[in-house]
Nanobody
């Protein structure tokens, strides 16, 4: 069982920055992929950024060049640095962990943190 706790959300003006943190209850190096998703009202949850065990990163086109995912293995924390925020970035942001095991994939979610960007 993996527990994920997000923090760092809040209200920011357009053009501002926020850093989200996701603290995991296990060694994140044991997790295949960790990622950040977001869900805006009335929309489907979408992948924002992910980082693999090998530190390969992937970003949604809408955030490339503005957001950066990183990790600190010593503290079992994954970060999402969000710069040049836009009102369309407003959403609940969720931390996600995926592990491939025999027979399928185990997936874990945090409780979410609200990010609101005002114009």
């Amino acid at each position: 069982q993996v527990q994920l706790v997000e923090s760092g959300g809040g209200l920011v003006q357009a053009g501002g920055s926020l850093r989200l943190s996701c603290a995991a209850s296990v060694n994140i190096f044991s997790i295949n992929v960790m990622g950040w998703y977001r869900q805006a009202p009335g929309k489907q949850r979408e992948l924002v950024a992910s980082i693999t065990r090998a530190a390969n990163t992937n970003y949604a086109d809408s955030v490339k060049g503005r957001f950066t995912i990183s990790r600190d293995i010593a503290s079992n924390t994954v970060y999402l640095q969000m710069n040049s925020l836009k009102p369309e970035d407003t959403a609940v942001y969720y931390c996600n962990a995926k592990n491939t095991v025999a027979g399928g994939t185990l997936e874990y979610w945090g409780q979410g943190t609200q990010v609101t960007v005002s114009s």
